[in-house]
C-alpha cells in the first residue's frame, strides 16, 4: 500500500508560481512511476508529467513543458511540482499519483489515470488573469 498527501495549492496571478508537494508513504519500489494529474470539473483527469522514483527524464504534457518541473528527493520520500508562469488555463485540482506496474525505463510513462493504482486527497490551484 502506498499513501499520498499533496500540500502546496493555492490562490496566484497568472504569470507567478507555486510549488506542490506529494509526501509518498509505504512501500515504494525502485520502478515506480511518480505522476502529477489535473482536473477541472466536468472533465477528466488530465496528465501533467511523470517521472520515475529513482529520477533522471520527466515526460511533460505539451500544455506545461517549459513551464512545470517534476522532480523527487528520495530521502525525503517526497515529490514536487515546479509550477512556474502560471496561466488561468492551470486552474484546477492537482492529484499526485503512483504507478507499481514494472515495466523498462526505456519506454515512457503511462499518461492515462486509470493507470495509477495509488491517488493523493489533491490540492486546489486557481490562477487569476
Known amino acids: 500500500q502506498v499513501q499520498l498527501v499533496e500540500s502546496g495549492g493555492g490562490s496566484v496571478k497568472a504569470g507567478g508560481s507555486l510549488r506542490l508537494s506529494c509526501v509518498v508513504s509505504?512501500?515504494?519500489?525502485?520502478?515506480?512511476?511518480v505522476a502529477w494529474f489535473r482536473q477541472v470539473p466536468g472533465s477528466e483527469r488530465e496528465f501533467v508529467t511523470a517521472i520515475k522514483w529513482t529520477g533522471g527524464s520527466s515526460y511533460d504534457a505539451d500544455s506545461v513543458s517549459g513551464r512545470f518541473t517534476i522532480s523527487i528527493d528520495n530521502a525525503q520520500h517526497t515529490a514536487y511540482l515546479q509550477m512556474n508562469n502560471l496561466e488561468p488555463e492551470d486552474t484546477a485540482v492537482y492529484y499526485c499519483?503512483?504507478?507499481?506496474?514494472?515495466?523498462?525505463?526505456?519506454?515512457?510513462?503511462?499518461?492515462?489515470?486509470?493507470?495509477?493504482?495509488?491517488w493523493g486527497q489533491g490540492t486546489q490551484v486557481t490562477v487569476s488573469s
Open positions: 509505504g512501500r515504494i519500489n525502485r520502478w515506480d512511476t
Open positions: 499519483a503512483v504507478d507499481q506496474t514494472y515495466y523498462s525505463a526505456r519506454y515512457p510513462p503511462k499518461t492515462l489515470s486509470h493507470d495509477y493504482a495509488y
